[in-house]
């Protein structure tokens, strides 16, 4: 059974740092492109990172220089570091076993976890 589980979500200040983690069984994880994507209130489900198989990653502009990811294959988890946030942050963030832009609502699939909420406060 394939599963990806969420933590570390929570409230923050504007400027401060959260890092979320996405621990993943029921499948090859050190072959899988994996991802982070997060959706707002009314807004549709937004790819934020992804990294590769190969360890390449990618990030929106809006999350550009300020979110980081990355994975430890020896634990199954994916991580997300994310400093200077800002209010706009502000959303329910999943982690998938997935890399393709979507822009539907999460979560896509049973390939996706059931998310984590971020909340920052201005």
């Known amino acids: 059974e394939v599963q990806l589980v969420e933590s570390g979500g929570g409230s923050v200040q504007a400027g401060g740092s959260l890092r979320l983690s996405c621990t993943a069984s029921?499948?090859?994880?050190?072959?899988?492109?994996m991802g982070w994507y997060r959706q707002a209130p009314g807004n549709a489900c937004e790819r934020i990172s992804i990294?590769?198989?190969?360890?390449?990653?990618y990030y929106a502009d809006s999350v550009k220089g300020r979110f980081t990811i990355s994975q430890d294959m020896a634990k199954n988890t994916m991580y997300l570091q994310m400093s200077s946030l800002k209010p706009e942050d502000t959303a329910v963030y999943y982690c998938?076993?997935?890399?393709?832009?979507?822009?539907?609502?999460?979560?896509?699939?049973?390939?996706w976890g059931q998310g984590t909420q971020v909340t920052v406060s201005s």
């Open positions: 990294i590769n198989s190969d360890g390449r990653t």
């Open positions: 029921g499948f090859t994880f050190d072959e899988s492109n």
């Open positions: 998938a076993a997935d890399a393709e832009e979507y822009d539907g609502n999460c979560p896509r699939n049973n390939y």
